[in-house]
């Protein structure tokens, strides 16, 4: 069930990746996963019209390094021209693959026709994929959702059309636009897109054990599989996931003293990329995710919470851990 797996011409040393999620899959995250044996990563989705007119912030969501490959770089938008536009550049700035995001059901993202919205105007997604397969040489996917409603289930259709507009696989997630991220995700649906296509099917939604994975992969005959959700604070799920299905073998979970550690190293590479102020803010959510379900967990996090300085962050992060080892909770000093 571990395998292989190539996307047009990339060749990937498994079939577990890192599913795209804004404000979370950024350089140290996406390094951290690949550790612990994500084959591919992608950046979160980033505005094809903010790389055409060079907003700053789109491309720092670009921001890689040679440990961080391969990297696929997801774009969205509503215009041909504009993503065509964009894909060259993403091409030119080193990306390995481009993946066009048609299942965003942000709605501030709708409202401009992009994301999800491409699944309801089927001639446009076709310009698009077209547009933008015209415009690289790169491995090209394509992300989608089950469609818009459970009036409207269209993925079938629009997998038919990435497929004949030259993309080399399809994502899909199988939750409505109106489902968001509740409720369950349809996998039957992957199952059916796998039948109906001949491209590369990978499958998205509702990963957060290994046995998951290998459920998905046999009820679906998926060739892929994405993990979103269950990464956040989790980034051994990974180790888990491709020593289960390539061998039957359970790890161990991290220890507290390994969770410190890879705390330590994901703060660290927060810091060098984001600065020391940033880098500690924008961790917070990573430590609350981290110490979710442990004992006294949710005294440390009202606690860590109010945390600025990195060093103070360490040391609290250290005084809560260390004492787990042995099944106290450091959060009783708290
Ligand atoms: C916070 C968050 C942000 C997300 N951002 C993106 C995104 O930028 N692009 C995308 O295609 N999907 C995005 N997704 C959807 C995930 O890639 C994935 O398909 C979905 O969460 C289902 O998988 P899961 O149950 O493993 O989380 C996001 C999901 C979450 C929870």
């Given at each position: 069930m571990l395998s292989k797996m190539n996307i047009g011409s990339l060749s990937l040393r498994n079939n577990i990746f890192l599913a795209p999620m804004a404000g979370i899959t950024d350089l140290p995250f996406r390094v951290l996963t690949r550790t612990f044996g994500s084959s591919l990563c992608f950046t979160e989705m980033v505005s094809a019209n903010g790389l055409v007119r060079r907003t700053h912030k789109s491309y720092e969501y670009l921001k890689s390094s040679?440990?961080?490959?391969?990297l696929g770089v997801q774009i969205f938008g509503s215009d041909p021209d504009i993503l065509r536009e964009a894909a060259g550049i993403v091409t030119e700035l080193g990306a390995d693959l481009i993946d066009i995001n048609a299942g965003c059901p942000v709605k501030k993202v709708l409202k401009t026709g992009a994301g999800a919205a491409l699944m309801r105007d089927p001639a446009k997604f076709e310009a698009i994929v077209k547009s933008v397969r015209g415009a690289t040489h790169l491995p090209l996917t394509v992300k989608i959702r089950s469609g818009w409603g459970n009036d409207e289930l269209n993925a079938i259709e629009i997998a038919g059309i990435a497929e004949d507009c030259g993309a080399d696989a399809l994502s899909l997630h199988p939750r409505t636009v109106r489902q968001g991220f509740s409720g369950?995700?349809?996998?039957n649906l992957i199952g059916l897109a796998k039948k109906s296509i001949g491209i590369p099917v990978i499958g998205s939604g509702d990963i957060r054990k290994s046995e998951d994975v290998l459920e998905m992969i046999e009820k679906t005959g998926c060739d892929g599989v994405m993990v979103g959700?269950?990464?956040?604070?989790?980034?051994w799920i990974f180790k888990a996931i491709t020593a289960f299905i390539s061998n039957g073998t359970t790890p161990d979970p991290p220890s507290p003293i390994e969770r410190e550690a890879v705390i330590l190293q994901h703060l660290e590479m927060n810091i060098s990329l984001y600065g020391k102020e940033m880098g500690v803010k924008n961790f917070r959510k990573h430590l609350l995710w981290y110490t979710?379900?442990?004992?006294?967990g949710s005294k440390f996090r009202k606690a860590a919470i109010l945390v600025n300085e990195m060093n103070e962050l360490l040391e609290m992060v250290h005084e809560y851990l260390q004492p787990l080892s042995n099944g106290t909770s450091g959060a009783e000093k708290l």
């Open positions: 040679p440990d961080d490959s391969p369950i995700a349809d996998w959700r269950g990464a956040l604070g989790n980034p979710k379900g442990l004992k006294g």
